[in-house]
């Protein structure tokens, strides 16, 4: 089974309207966190926010927020305001804290594709 | 967060050929990862770097094929061997940092094999 599933291989939200990128997770561990990273067409990958498993509040990252519901194992990505600048691949990913063992590793999912429209 | 540098930015490789590709990094890290983004696809992490011992691959990378060096803190290199039009991938080093232990990536290697 797939750690990390993001259904929408692509989305388009008009200029200066809110997005929201799914995510789904599946971890048998008790502490994990979960991170959201931005891929232009340049290849770099830039992080946005993150949220840990035991944070009661959802992670906000100036127009980045996470809509963390941890019964349904979803940490959804919202963007507020879309800019043009916001277009590019948007990779959900998660790391699992096996207790005592700091691990660091990530797994991610297969991306979305966001387009801002003007 | 750690300002990453990657040499060379892209490439383009003939098959049975080897690239290295290095990763600098400007403050002293403990782990570095490597990872492959083939055409349209996801990171992969191909393997663990730590100062001072042997990489930890992940299942389906092998030393033989990727070999990687980590002879300081700053520094690691990761080696395309034997290079075939399928290693054709994005490869970007990371580092640990910051509060919430998140990577931070390089900008990436661009390999293209023919």
């Known amino acids: 089974a797939q750690k990390i599933t993001q259904t929408q291989p692509g989305m388009f939200v008009q200029e200066k309207e809110a997005v929201t990128l799914d995510c789904t997770y599946d971890t048998s561990d008790q502490s994990y966190g979960l991170f959201w990273y931005k891929q232009p067409s340049s290849g770099e990958m830039i992080f946005l926010i993150y949220q840990g498993s035991y944070d009661e509040q959802n992670a906000t990252e100036g127009r980045y927020s996470l809509n963390f519901q941890k019964a349904r194992k979803s940490a959804n990505l919202v963007i507020s305001a879309s800019q043009l600048g916001d277009s590019a691949m948007y990779f959900c990913?998660?790391?699992?804290?096996?207790?005592?063992?700091?691990?660091?590793?990530?797994?991610f999912g297969k991306g979305t594709k966001l387009s801002v429209i003007p | 967060s750690a300002v990453i540098s990657q040499k060379p930015s892209r490439d383009i490789c003939q098959r049975g050929t080897s690239l290295t590709i290095q990763c600098q990094v400007d403050s002293q890290v403990t782990m570095m990862f490597w990872y492959r983004q083939q055409p349209g696809q996801s990171l992969t992490l191909i393997a663990t770097?730590?100062?001072?011992?042997?990489?930890?691959?992940e299942s389906g990378f092998v030393i033989d094929k990727f070999p990687i060096s980590r002879p300081n803190l700053t520094f690691s290199t990761l080696t395309v061997s034997n290079m075939s039009p399928e290693d054709s991938s994005i490869y970007l080093c990371?580092?640990?940092?910051?509060?919430?232990?998140?990577?931070?990536f390089g900008p990436g290697t661009r390999l293209t094999v023919t």
């Open positions: 990913a998660m790391r699992e804290d096996h207790s005592g063992a700091g691990s660091y590793q990530l797994t």
């Open positions: 770097a730590n100062q001072g011992s042997e990489a930890t691959y």
């Open positions: 990371s580092v640990v940092g910051g509060q919430s232990y998140e990577q931070y």
